[in-house]
């Protein structure tokens, strides 16, 4: 089992950066897939990156593709999300979540455990 803890949230304005966190408790983060997601107001929870165990390959949502970036650092048992150039609509809440599997997947019902959520707003 592991435990999620996002964090690096904020209000910034249309073209800054935000560094997203997310620390993992557990022995077994480094086996874990890993992904961020989204969900805004009204809307339903969508995928925006993931990376699997090994760092080695990282996939992004068209959306943000160009402009974030996912990583993780197994030594530290933390997973990253560099978002730059961010945008209005890049508003909502941002989940890190973790599955037990090799390969990356756009469901979140797929994923076995989450975080808490950091809000992330920006401002036009």
């Known amino acids: 089992q592991v435990q999620l803890v996002e964090s690096g949230g904020g209000l910034v304005q249309a073209g800054d950066s935000l560094r997203l966190s997310c620390a993992a408790s557990?022995?077994?983060?480094?086996?874990?897939?890993m992904g961020w997601f989204r969900q805004a107001p009204g809307k339903e929870r969508e995928f925006v990156a993931g990376?699997?165990?090994?760092?080695?390959?990282?996939y992004y949502a068209d959306s943000v593709k160009g402009r974030f970036t996912i990583s993780r650092d197994n030594a530290k048992n933390t997973m990253y999300l560099q978002m730059d150039s961010l945008k209005p609509e890049d508003t909502a809440v941002y989940y890190c979540?973790?599955?037990?599997?090799?390969?990356?997947?756009?469901?979140?019902?797929?994923?076995?455990?989450w975080g808490q959520g950091t809000q992330v707003t920006v401002s036009s």
């Open positions: 557990g022995r077994m983060f480094s086996s874990y897939t």
């Open positions: 979540a973790a599955r037990l599997h090799y390969t990356v997947t756009y469901q979140p019902s797929a994923y076995n455990y």
């Open positions: 990376i699997p165990w090994s760092g080695s390959n990282r």
